[in-house]
């Protein structure tokens, strides 16, 4: 599966933005999937995973209030909506799909995703 998220850019803080990741070659349905981030100078880390049949989904715990992952299997897409952003939210956003069966449980790490997106930019300024 091949995956393209998009919809990052400037926002100012207090704003909100939704980032998209569409899918080819396989129907995310397939997949959990998660969404990761990568801040300047710092590590990559978890940000949110939903399941790839029904709506359960995983948080990192200081973005649960702010971020909602969702996915529309009409278009095989998933979407983190993120709001009242802030600027430590500033990164490159991937969204990344998991093949294994956790038997609905959502990986935060990144060695269970096994197909990742290129990236989008989010940039929040103060």
């Known amino acids: 599966v091949q995956l393209q998220a998009s919809g990052g850019g400037l926002v100012q803080a207090g704003g909100s933005l939704r980032l998209s990741c569409a899918a080819s070659?396989?129907?995310?349905?397939?997949?959990?999937m998660g969404w990761f981030r990568r801040a300047p100078g710092k590590e990559q880390e978890f940000v949110a995973a939903?399941?790839?049949?029904?709506?359960?989904?995983r948080y990192a715990e200081l973005l649960k209030d702010r971020f909602a992952v969702s996915r529309d299997s009409g278009k095989n897409a998933v979407y983190l909506q993120m709001n009242s952003l802030k600027a430590e939210d500033t990164a490159v956003y991937y969204c990344?799909?998991?093949?294994?069966?956790?038997?609905?449980?959502?990986?935060?790490?990144?060695?269970?995703?096994?197909?990742w997106g290129q990236g989008t930019l989010v940039t929040v300024s103060s």
């Open positions: 070659g396989r129907t995310l349905g397939l997949y959990a």
């Open positions: 939903i399941v790839r049949r029904g709506g359960s989904t």
């Open positions: 990344a799909a998991d093949p294994s069966d956790r038997r609905g449980l959502l990986a935060t790490s990144r060695i269970a995703y096994r197909y």
